[in-house]
């Protein structure tokens, strides 16, 4: 199994200010996943983020509002740019297990913007 | 789009019901299917996975789920639930296509009251 550890636990944020979430794992991944549930909603991906290559964003998500950095194999962030009320979710860090199929979360960074 | 639809919001039990939570989703091809759960204050975690083979499978717990390709569900079971089943459980799919995206359901909240 893979220990997620997440950076804030939680925040409360200013509209138009941006806050930077970490993930750390405690082995070395070649893809980390960064998901986002928002309330009362399922968890959706933001984007894949793999180390030595610019992230892979799903539909619906940019660059420009969730960069992302993986600056090596057991670390990722998530920008939240510009933050505003509809941002307010909780921020979720995965990784694969080795098991097909198995995902392992961190235990999710709550946003609420202001 | 694909989507998987979880038939129930929240789901109250006493302890030694059964449980059944439903599980839809859409897509026709190849699919690999799966059951999460989040136990309160704890991360999400694997409870039971479907890629291939005997359509009933079983999980953790005393959990078993069968895939149903005809109606297109992947539908949670125990024949008697405890306090400690109390959690959040969602429905997710992985189909060719997705490449490395999980689509999740939007959860069903189970309380057991004891």
């Known amino acids: 199994s893979a220990v997620i550890s997440q950076k804030p636990s939680r925040d409360i944020c200013q509209r138009g200010t941006s806050l930077t979430i970490q993930c750390q794992v405690d082995s070395q991944v070649t893809m980390m996943f960064w998901y986002r549930q928002q309330p009362g909603q399922s968890l959706t991906l933001i984007a894949t983020a793999n180390q030595g290559s610019e992230a892979t964003y799903e539909s619906g998500f940019v660059i420009d509002k969730f960069p992302i950095s993986r600056p090596n194999l057991t670390f990722s962030t998530l920008t939240v740019s510009n933050m505003s009320p509809e941002d307010s979710s909780i921020y979720l860090c995965s990784v694969r297990g080795a098991e097909p199929g198995e995902l392992f979360f961190g235990e999710g960074s709550r946003l609420t913007v202001l | 789009a694909q989507s998987v639809s979880q038939h129930n919001h929240h789901v109250i039990l006493s302890e030694a019901a059964s449980l059944e939570l439903g599980c839809n989703y859409s897509y026709g091809g190849t699919v690999n299917l799966f059951w999460y759960v989040q136990y309160p204050g704890q991360h999400l975690q694997l409870l039971l996975k479907?890629?291939?083979?005997?359509?009933l499978v079983k999980g953790i717990k005393g959990f078993e789920a069968e895939f149903i390709k005809s109606k297109f569900s992947f539908n949670l079971r125990k024949p008697s639930v405890q306090w400690s089943d109390t959690a959040e459980y969602f429905c997710a799919v992985n189909a060719d296509n997705y490449g490395q995206n999980f689509v999740f359901g939007p959860g069903t909240r189970l309380s057991v009251l004891p």
């Open positions: 479907y890629f291939s083979g005997d359509p």
